[in-house]
T-cell receptor, first 111, second 115 residues
Framework: QKEVEQNSGPLSVPEGAIASLNCTYSDRVSQSFFWYRQYSGKSPELIMSIYSNGDKEDGRFTAQLNKASQYVSLLIRDSQPSDSATYLC???????????FGTGTRLKVLA | EAQVTQNPRYLITVTGKKLTVTCSQN?????MSWYRQDPGLGLRQIYY???????DKGDVPEGYKVSRKEKRNFPLILESPSPNQTSLYFCASSLFFTGAPQPQHFGDGTRLSIL
């Protein structure tokens, strides 16, 4: 069974700090990697997609992918209380057309 | 507005009474999928469809059926619901490129309780 692993948290950071969220995955041949944000009781919303090694920046968010280490991370700069949510990491299953989600990391940004 | 629409949003029903949760998208996406979300277990894929009349099992398909007769619709059918199917369900859709799976857009969710 292919897996995506995340620390469940909660990860607590003060307002204005950098939050660092990490994800490891077992499928060496996965091609697509996603970060979603989910507020309690709401649906997941896409923050970032990343497909190649390195960094990808979008506003306060930076995704980092290292396929050799099977590791993808999300950095949130200048964290705000409104960033408090659960962050889900997802990857594609290379042998099928499925997506595999981690169980999520709960982030708390303290005002 | 681009969206994935699920109905109903909430449903309480009894064991064994067949039910259907509808899902419709207006983005002309080829790929559609159903997930269930349970505390501590995260999002798990039930079924997915790459296009009309093409469906396949996800990781937790037991007790569920799907059909894809039109590109925009992907209903989830519970023929004989049981209490262990009490969960939060999400429908999602995306463009479909075999070389680079695309991010999914999620509906608002259906909270299903089976007594």
């Amino acid at each position: 069974q292919k897996e995506v692993e995340q620390n469940s948290g909660p990860l607590s950071v003060p307002e204005g700090a950098i939050a660092s969220l990490n994800c490891t995955y077992s499928d060496r041949v996965s091609q697509s990697f996603f970060w979603y944000r989910q507020y309690s009781g709401k649906s997941p919303e896409l923050i970032m997609s990343i497909y190649s090694n390195g960094d990808k920046e979008d506003g306060r968010f930076t995704a980092q992918l290292n396929k050799a280490s099977q590791y993808v991370s999300l950095l949130i700069r200048d964290s705000q209380p409104s960033d408090s949510a659960t962050y889900l990491c997802a990857v594609n299953d290379s042998g099928t057309y499925k997506y595999i989600f981690g169980t999520g990391t709960r982030l708390k940004v303290l005002a | 507005e681009a969206q994935v629409t699920q109905n109903p949003r909430y449903l309480i029903t009894v064991t064994g009474k067949k039910l259907t949760v509808t899902c419709s998208q207006n983005m002309n996406h080829e790929y559609m999928s159903w997930y269930r979300q349970d505390p501590g277990l995260g999002l798990r894929q039930i079924y997915y469809s790459m296009n009309v009349e093409v469906t396949d099992k996800g990781d937790v398909p037991e007790g569920y059926k799907v059909s894809r007769k039109e590109k925009r619709n992907f209903p989830l059918i519970l023929e004989s619901p049981s209490p262990n199917q009490t969960s939060l369900y999400f429908c999602a859709s995306s463009l479909f490129f075999t070389g680079a799976p695309q991010p999914q857009h999620f509906g608002d969710g259906t909270r299903l309780s089976i007594l």
